[in-house]
């Protein structure tokens, strides 16, 4: 289920700023009130960003001091990379995460 924030006064105008907002056309937008109201609320998610290849580098770069170059290479090799820019896009948010486990598992307590 997804909440819009929609002030419309009629609800062919909340039904075409639906069809806006989520990119559908408006015969396929449904609505459900609840009670009758002057606003519908708007409750955003907010999306996780793209990792990037560039983000990817930069990641690497700091995990070298704290893990050091040879646990980062056997990370690396467990995805079938010699280097960064050998890893897939789809490849990047596993990465990343066993990167940061690494990094977290070196902080001191």
Do not use: W
């Not at 909340?14 to 990119?23: A, M, S």
């Not at 606003?39 to 930069?58: F, H, Y």
């Not at 690497?60 to 990379?81: Q, Y």
């Amino acid at each position: 289920m997804i909440h819009l924030h929609i002030d419309g006064q009629t609800i062919e105008e909340i039904y075409r700023q639906c069809g806006e907002i989520l990119k559908f056309p408006a015969h396929q937008v449904t609505v459900t009130m609840v009670a009758p109201v002057a606003k519908v609320e708007v409750v955003t998610v907010d999306m996780v960003p793209e990792i990037t290849a560039k983000a990817v580098s930069e990641l690497i770069s700091k995990a070298i001091g704290i893990v050091g170059k040879p646990k980062l290479v056997e990370i690396l090799a467990s995805f079938g990379a010699k280097k960064g820019g050998e890893l897939k896009p789809e490849q990047y948010e596993a990465f990343v995460a066993v990167v940061n486990t690494e990094m977290n598992a070196k902080q001191p307590a």
